[in-house]
């Protein structure tokens, strides 16, 4: 499958962050709340973990469309091969996000990195671990046109790394780069639920598309981040089901086979007449948060693990192709784990405690094993 330009990318992420935090803590800045970060970064967490058991059979119909339907050859032209990767990708790329704003089931899958109320590097993490599969369709053309698979991949990985720098508050405007490439202030206005901004400036490295195709928007008020209906709650894994499990829920209400096919395709702020109306958004509104400031004993607690749950999660990412099944599978869900008792111990719910004994009782007799074999 190649270079895993993601994996080895971690370290720098991680290093950025600090940047963004020492920076933001000269300005007098704070735009980081913990329990919202390590949401946020869970949610990366769970999706690069349980996309190890899918992300082969995704490639892999890549790779047979290639093979088998491709209209020309662009290996054997490496420069035009490239070229058509780059600017293809981000071409389809503002398609899928545009479909994934306006169609129900693509949003369900989406709203997931639009979650965070807050705007940091930690929410360019913020993934859903069902848009790999949402997004192959879209770039199989790219397939149909001859793009190799590995040049595909590379550029979708220059796409995925190029979007984690322009989410933060602590970069102003740009001057001319605004023009063509996309920047933190453009994106800003797409992350933001401000009436104005709502569903604008979707574009990945490039904002030419947004201008040509009618979805541009400056940033001229300041945005208030997250949806309009707040997920209320830092869990990760939930955060990753919910909005499936309410369109699932609202599919179920419907009176007809016909409404609820409108439900999943309809945009995601449709409303139906057997669906109370929601009440209109408060921009006003405060923050969710945690009931009670964490001790510091407990975000140094919560620090160390995720640390911990950082490094395996890289180790995880680099060897899995040489990894016995069952310790793929023994690591993920003690990582999975991981990210579902560290919010939960920050929420202070009822069940973190005996989950994180569970779990760490996982851990000991996982070293057990490992040490004698």
């Keep these: 499958m190649g270079t895993n330009y993601i994996a080895l990318a971690i370290p720098f992420f991680f290093a950025l962050i600090g940047v963004e935090l020492a920076v933001a803590r000269r300005r007098g800045a704070r735009p980081y709340r913990l ?19 899918f992300e082969g059979l995704l490639v892999a119909i890549y790779v047979a469309v290639y093979r088998h339907a491709r209209l020309v050859d662009l290996g054997a032209h490496p420069v035009i091969a490239w070229v058509t990767a780059l600017v293809g990708v981000d071409f389809i790329y503002y398609w899928w996000h545009r479909a994934s704003h306006r169609v129900s ?3 369900a899958a989406h709203v997931v990195h639009h979650q965070s109320e807050d705007y940091n590097l930690a929410v360019a993490l913020r993934q859903a671990v069902l848009t790999p599969v949402t997004a192959l369709p879209f770039g199989l053309p790219l397939a149909l046109l001859g793009v190799p698979p590995l040049v595909y991949l590379a550029a979708n990985a220059f796409s995925t790394l ?10 102003g405007k740009l001057g001319a780069a605004e023009t063509v ?35 541009f928007a400056p940033e001229r008020e300041r945005p208030v981040y997250g949806i309009n209906k707040p997920l209320g709650s830092f869990n990760a894994l939930w955060a990753q089901v919910e909005p499936l499990g309410e369109l699932v829920a609202l599919s179920r209400a419907a009176p007809s086979w016909r409404e609820r096919l409108r439900v999943w395709l309809a945009p995601p702020e449709r409303s139906f007449p057997w669906q109370p109306a929601p009440p209109p958004p408060a921009l006003d509104a405060p923050k969710y948060d945690v009931p009670t400031r964490p001790s510091a004993r407990l975000r140094r607690y919560v620090l160390a693990n995720f640390t911990a749950l950082a490094v395996a999660t890289f180790l995880l990412m680099l060897w899995s192709n040489r ?3 069952w310790q793929l599978v023994a690591g993920g869900a003690l990582v999975l784990s991981t990210v579902a008792v560290l919010g939960g111990l920050l929420e202070a719910r009822r069940w973190a405690r005996p989950l994180e004994a569970a779990r760490l009782s996982s851990l000991l007799v996982l070293v057990a094993i490992a040490c004698l074999r």
Excluded: K
Excluded at 186 to 209: F, K, Q, S
């Design 35 to 53: 329990a919202d970060a390590m949401s946020d970064l869970g949610c990366g967490v769970t999706q690069r973990i349980l996309l190890l058991a």
């Design 181 to 215: 490439l996309n920047t933190p202030s453009h994106h800003r206005v797409h992350h933001a639920r401000n009436p104005g901004y709502l569903d604008r400036n979707y574009g990945a490295a490039l904002i030419v598309w947004d201008r040509l195709f009618g979805t």
């Design 105 to 107: 089931f693509l949003w």
């Design 323 to 325: 990894l016995p099944v």
């Design 162 to 171: 190029y979007q984690f720098w322009i989410h933060t508050e602590m970069v």
